[in-house]
């Protein structure tokens, strides 16, 4: 479903459009990884850019090999090995922050269970994919990662699959905004 909804709001623009999914646990977060991978293992390879043909030699240089696709979470020492060599260390964390804040850069969709929920900006971020119980300030942290602005951007979207909406209200009463029903 993911796969299909970013490829069809994506289809119709140019405009840069990156898209987080937030997993409420890990196996989760590491089982759609799995997934999106081998329904769409073009998003698995490593290049610089979407489109390198429109770079100029400066922007290759800049830019590293990267998928387009990347799970943003700390290892754990009971990780599976391929899970655990996926993941990387802190400098490779960091990296990753780097590449998905770079408008250019290949990384346009990061898979996260804790990671860059809060306190995150990326303006170009338009979906945010919530598969993740939240509540209160989380919550109102979590969605706002998709709404800064953004030349093109009239809003940011989020996609729920676990019904966060009262929630959302309880959490807009208490932090302020429109409760209304959108």
């Known amino acids: 479903d993911i796969i299909e909804d970013y490829k069809r709001r994506t289809e119709t623009t140019d405009r840069l459009q990156k898209a987080m999914i937030t997993c409420a646990d890990r196996k989760i977060a590491f089982r759609l990884y799995k997934i999106m991978r081998e329904m769409q293992p073009e998003w698995f390879e490593k290049k610089k850019a979407l489109n390198e043909l429109v770079l100029t030699a400066d922007e290759k240089n800049k830019l590293h090999d990267i998928a387009f696709v990347n799970m943003v979470m700390t290892r754990d020492k009971d990780d599976e090995k391929e899970l655990y060599n996926l993941l990387g260390d802190k400098d490779y964390r960091k990296f990753l922050d780097s590449e998905f804040k770079s408008e250019k850069s290949n990384f346009h969709i990061s898979i996260n269970v804790d990671m860059w929920i809060t306190g995150f900006d990326v303006p170009c971020l338009t979906y945010l994919y919530n598969d993740k119980p939240l509540k209160k300030h989380l919550l109102i942290q979590t ?40």
């Open 143 to 182: 969605i706002s990662r998709v709404n800064r602005k953004y030349p093109g951007k009239e809003y940011g979207m989020v996609i729920d699959y676990i019904g966060i909406r009262d929630n959302m209200r309880e959490a807009m009463k208490v932090y302020g905004g429109d409760t209304s029903d959108r």
